[in-house]
T-cell receptor, first 113, second 113 residues
Framework: TQLLEQSPQFLSIQEGENLTVYCNSSSVFSSLQWYRQEPGEGPVLLVTVVTGGEVKKLKRLTFQFGDARKDSSLHITAAQTGDTGLYLCAGTDYGGSQGNLIFGKGTKLSVKP | DTGVSQDPRHKITKRGQNVTFRCDPISEHNRLYWYRQTLGQGPEFLTYFQNEAQLEKSRLLSDRFSAERPKGSFSTLEIQRTEQGDSAMYLC???????????FGPGTRLTVL
């Protein structure tokens, strides 16, 4: 069974600080997605990473996919209160035909003013 | 492109009643997925369709759960004889065939009293 472990589970920081959250697995994934979810809403896609070692930047967010395609990280520079939310990583089953996503439990980020 | 929509957004029902949720995917997307998310967890895959064919349903939680996509466009998820443990957020997502990225709807929050 493929599992994704996210750490930390909870993170509370002050506005302006930097942070990194991690998504790890012992399994290889053909791709990983990062989503942000607010209470009572569905996950909103931030990025998809496909190539091992890939780095993608989205304004103050930097996403990295591990060389072996087993792990990923999300780095936020100069966090803002609007970054508050649940960050979920999700992997597509490597070589599977279903295409369903396997999710981690998420990192709940709180950015205080 | 209006994105994935789900209806209703909230449903409160009494134990033993049947409920049905609707999902309208992004119009050109062939694949449609259903997930369930409970508090403190990431979404959990339930079933998926490619056009009108339900290609995976072994992950549906019990035989009380069923899904349809009769014309390959919108889909419905039905839960019969609801139980309190069915209380959760039910999420729908859609994608193109062979695309890793899935786009989620806002979800239907089910509360079973």
């Amino acid at each position: 069974t493929q599992l994704l472990e996210q750490s930390p589970q909870f993170l509370s920081i002050q506005e302006g600080e930097n942070l990194t959250v991690y998504c790890n697995s012992s399994s290889v994934f053909s791709s990983l997605q990062w989503y942000r979810q607010e209470p009572g809403e569905g996950p909103v896609l931030l990025v998809t990473v496909v190539t091992g070692g890939e780095v993608k930047k989205l304004k103050r967010l930097t996403f990295q996919f591990g060389d072996a395609r087993k792990d990923s990280s999300l780095h936020i520079t100069a966090a803002q209160t609007g970054d508050t939310g649940l960050y979920l990583c999700a992997g597509t089953d490597y070589g599977g035909s279903q295409g369903n996503l396997i999710f981690g439990k998420g990192t709940k980020l709180s950015v205080k003013p | 492109d209006t994105g994935v929509s789900q209806d209703p957004r909230h449903k409160i029902t009494k134990r033993g009643q049947n409920v049905t949720f609707r999902c309208d995917p992004i119009s050109e997307h062939n694949r449609l997925y259903w997930y369930r998310q409970t508090l403190g967890q990431g979404p959990e895959f339930l079933t998926y369709f490619q056009n009108e064919a339900q290609l995976e349903k072994s992950r549906l939680l019990s035989d009380r759960f069923s899904a349809e996509r009769p014309k390959g466009s919108f889909s419905t998820l039905e839960i019969q004889r609801t139980e309190q443990g069915d209380s959760a957020m039910y999420l729908c997502a859609s994608s193109l065939v062979h695309a890793d990225t899935q786009y989620f709807g806002p979800g239907t929050r089910l509360t079973v009293l």
